[in-house]
């Protein structure tokens, strides 16, 4: 069967590839897995055909068959376990790049997330210049602690894997704030990214979507 995974039917980043479908997207490109995608507006999101699929009312999940999965997390790695090319072979090289999966979402991401709420969700609060600047530097402590460790690395741990789908669609939200280009090195690492070829079929099948192409 064909996979099929849901996506905004009117995303908030209006095409610009920041939607977390892109994630999944981007995995199917790479390892050649055609899929199916229906769209969902933000009251389909809590109604109980979708809160069956995802509890928190959130896109993307996934469904194969009797399978249904949630968390890009956890769909990146059955598509990479279920398809070549995503995760080594060997097994020490392949749990590394599991650990870079979770480290992506559970140690990078937070404070960029926390940067999307102070300016949007708390955009209008009489306290928000002076949180601002913390927030600012919580996301450079770890861009700089990510940027140590991939030095002058091509990827996370050796070949592409899907811990770079994760960290660098990771990084890439918090690009239109200017921090990115703080850390040359993590700036060039999405740029390699950006310029795979399955990047760029799946930012374009995104981007479709907004366009109504």
């Not at 968390?71 to 749990?95: M, V």
């Amino acid at each position: 069967m064909t996979p099929t995974i849901t996506a905004f039917a009117s995303s908030p980043d209006r095409g610009a590839g920041l939607s977390r479908d892109m994630r999944v997207r981007w995995a199917f490109e790479e390892v050649g897995q055609s899929y199916n995608v229906r769209l969902v507006t933000f009251q389909q999101m809590k109604e109980p055909a979708h809160l069956a699929l995802q509890p928190f009312g959130q896109i993307p999940t996934y469904e194969d068959g009797d399978l249904a999965l949630f968390e890009t997390g956890s769909i990146l790695l059955h598509i990479a376990e279920t398809h070549p090319g995503l995760l080594p072979d060997d097994a020490d090289a392949r749990a590394r790049a599991i650990t870079w999966m979770f480290a992506a979402v559970g140690t990078v991401e937070p404070p960029i997330l926390e940067l999307q709420t102070a300016k949007f969700a708390e955009g209008q609060e009489s306290w928000r210049e002076q949180r601002m600047p913390l927030v600012l530097d919580r996301i450079r402590v770890r861009l700089a602690e990510l940027a140590r460790r991939l030095g002058e690395s091509e990827w996370l741990d050796g070949a592409f894997s899907a811990a770079d789908i994760m960290m660098v669609h990771v990084l890439l939200r918090v690009k239109p704030s200017g921090l990115l280009d703080e850390f040359a090195n993590l700036a060039a690492y999405c740029a390699r990214a950006q310029a795979r070829p399955a990047y760029q079929r799946a930012f374009a099948a995104q981007l479709a979507v907004a366009t109504g192409g």
